[in-house]
């Protein structure tokens, strides 16, 4: 039966083996297509080659920041410093606003791309190219123009090819669609580095603000999706890019994301699991196999024998012995087996001789394991030498020998 089992078990191995195997060759794992932006993210919209390639991008030196907290930088140097923080919806508390203000106001560059300004007094409005909201009016993209003093109220669905524009002109071919972000509005201290034009009509997208009396300036990007895997492998938006970065070139870079931990599923059940029927399947299996071992288990128990533990008499053996002692009288016979035995338990322990008792070797030995003076180790063993030498002994006798042989092997610990 157990052999038959293992067989059985081999074969579904197999099996197994061989259906994952032709399913990695025959079908290329899904990606997602949610927008992630995290760091160690492989997937399109993840930050995974923006984090490699940071460094290449802006020909300067890129260190990971852990907490904006924990940024220190000597305000003499902080012009040959800039921070990047990239993410969605990044909550800025009062030391990591003051910490970056600081840089700033001191000549460094702080750059931010989020689709919220939570940094600031959010006056640099942020709308969406294609957010269906309330706030504005939704059109497609062969709707009729709007008038002028709408533009950067209105929505579109970029479907075709756009333009791209910082110093240089980017043409970017048809992309997935998305939502592609903008300012709506330009505060008198902004300076507008890029836009993106679609359809003849240009959204900023970038800014650069340079608050009053600041040695150094911010960098506002509104889609940090161009700073995605899926933009940075295509070559029309990966120079797009290496051009935003461009004021930062040659700087020390700090580069802070508020999703790092994060990795893409890189599973063998990655494809099961991404199916609903496969997955239904696997779990159904796994219950069903669950409750075969339970039923098989309950089945093939064997029966444990309960064997009683066997009891210890020896004090009892003891007792009846001593008392059968005592009952006869032969007092002499005790005592001598009495302290046989405690010489037999020191010659065991302390492997020393024991001919000879009251000898000046053997007391020194056992008055240290004892922690005794000689003196008083001469006087007991005295003791014990002459009650065993003597014809008659007596109970007080073998009180005595109790009495000595007891304390000491407490005090030595025997």
């Given amino acids: 039966m157990k052999k038959k089992l293992g067989i059985l078990l081999g074969m579904v191995l197999l099996v197994g083996i061989f259906v994952f195997s032709f399913s990695k060759l025959r079908y290329k794992l899904p990606k997602s297509w949610d927008v992630s932006l995290y760091q160690n993210s492989k997937d399109p919209y993840g930050l995974f080659i923006m984090h490699e390639e940071l460094g290449n991008l802006s020909n300067g030196k890129m260190k990971d920041l852990e907490k904006l907290s924990e940024l220190k930088i000597d305000p003499k140097k902080a012009k040959d410093y800039a921070v990047v923080v990239l993410g969605s919806e990044i909550y800025f508390d009062t030391v990591s606003k003051n910490l ?58 970029i479907n075709d090819n756009f333009e791209l524009r910082t110093n240089k002109l980017f043409k970017i071919n048809k992309k997935k669609e998305i939502e592609h972000h903008y300012f709506s509005e330009i505060t008198s201290d902004s300076e507008i580095l890029g836009t993106i034009t679609y359809k003849d009509k240009a959204y900023p997208n970038y800014l650069k603000i340079k608050p009053k009396d600041y040695k150094g300036y911010y960098l506002y990007h509104a889609e940090p999706l161009y700073f995605t895997n899926y933009y940075l492998l295509n ?180």
């Avoid at 300004?117 to 706030?135: A, V």
């Avoid at 012995?321 to 010659?347: A, P």
Wanted: glycine content about 4%.
């Fill in 235 to 414: 070559e029309d938006s990966y120079f797009y890019v290496k051009s935003v970065l461009e004021p930062l070139k040659g700087k020390t870079i700090f580069w802070y994301n508020t999703s790092k931990t994060y990795a893409g599923s890189s599973s063998m059940m990655r494809f099961i699991m991404g199916e609903p029927a496969l997955k239904a399947a696997w779990i159904t299996l796994l219950v069903l196999l669950f409750f075969f071992l339970i039923f098989r288990s309950k089945r093939e128990q064997r029966i444990i024998p309960i064997y009683a533990k066997e009891e210890n008499h020896t004090v009892e053996f003891a007792k009846t012995i001593s008392s059968l002692y005592q009952e006869n009288g032969e007092v002499k016979d005790i005592v001598s087996k009495k302290i046989d035995y405690f010489l037999y338990k020191l010659r065991k322990t302390f492997l020393i001789e024991t001919d000879d008792i009251t000898n000046k070797q053997f007391i020194e030995i056992v008055a240290q394991k004892a922690n005794l003076s000689q003196e008083e180790c001469l006087e007991k063993f005295t003791i014990l030498k002459n009650i065993y030498q003597k014809n008659q002994p007596n109970e007080h006798d073998l009180k005595t020998v109790y009495q000595i042989i007891e304390n000491y092997k407490q005090k030595a610990n025997i």
């Fill in 100 to 157: 970056l203000s600081k840089i700033a106001e001191n000549g460094g560059i702080v750059m931010i791309a989020d689709y919220y300004d939570n940094f600031g007094d959010d006056t640099n409005g942020k709308e969406d190219i294609n957010d269906e909201t309330y706030s504005t009016d939704t059109i497609t993209a062969d709707s009729k123009e709007s008038e002028e003093n709408m533009l950067y109220n209105q929505t579109i669905n």
